[in-house]
């Protein structure tokens, strides 16, 4: 069964630092991998997906992924991080069934930013 | 594009009552998706539509549990009989085939 482990359940960086949320998966074929974020109140809003070709995923708001098959690993990225990305992220897998928008989504990890 | 509307925002209601909950998709997307999330955890999938067919609904959805998409449009999912475990917040997300998924602020339910 496919499965997503997210291990830091709170990070607090400062305001300006670089920031890098973890997240490594299970998935019996070759995986489509999201990142969502989600702020009190508001719907989850795609970050970023990979689907295949360049392992280096650019999405919105300056955030980045690397896609590592051999550390089953999707871990996001953002070299400069701003008071207004606090919020929860969470890091989902998906695949070829249920339309490919049927995620297993991970526990979340929620970002704290410090002014 | 007015997005995912989900109503009500929230419901409270007692033990062993019925409760239904509507989404709104975005107008041009077929697929109409249902997940849960409760305090801590990620959303689960329930289930989800193709137009007006129900093509797949988890393991998690009991048989308490019940959602339609007539004509495929909008979608309702009801619970029969509440219980104190099916306090969640309930989200809808829809597409167009596998593009991206755009999900609602959810229905929060407290069962009492």
């Known amino acids: 069964a496919q499965s997503v482990t997210q291990p830091d359940i709170h990070i607090t960086v400062s305001e300006g630092a670089s920031l890098e949320l973890r997240c490594n998966y299970s998935?019996?074929?070759?995986?489509?991998l999201f990142w969502y974020v989600q702020s009190p109140g508001q719907g989850l809003q795609l970050l970023l997906k990979y689907f295949s070709g360049d392992t280096l995923v650019q999405g919105i708001k300056g955030f980045e992924a690397e896609f590592k098959r051999s550390q089953s690993s999707f871990n996001l990225r953002k070299p400069s991080v701003h008071w207004s990305d606090a919020a929860e992220y969470f890091c989902?897998?998906?695949?070829?069934?249920?339309?490919?928008?049927?995620?297993?989504f991970g526990t979340g990890t929620q970002l704290k930013v410090e002014l | 594009d007015t997005g995912v509307s989900q109503n009500p925002r929230h419901k409270i209601t007692k033990r062993g009552q019925n409760v239904t909950f509507r989404c709104d998709p975005i107008?041009?997307?077929?697929?109409l998706y249902w997940y849960r999330q409760t305090l801590g955890q990620g959303p689960e999938f329930l289930t989800y539509f193709q137009n007006e067919a129900q093509l797949e609904k988890s393991r998690l959805l009991s048989d308490r549990f019940s959602a339609e998409r007539p004509k495929g449009s909008f979608s309702t999912l009801e619970i029969q009989r509440t219980e104190q475990g099916d306090s969640a917040m309930y989200l809808c997300a829809s597409s167009w085939r596998d593009e991206k998924l755009f999900f609602g602020s959810g229905t929060q339910l407290s069962v009492l």
């Open positions: 107008s041009e997307h077929n697929r």
């Open positions: 989902a897998v998906g695949g070829l069934t249920g339309g490919g928008n049927k995620l297993t």
């Open positions: 998935y019996g074929a070759t995986p489509y």
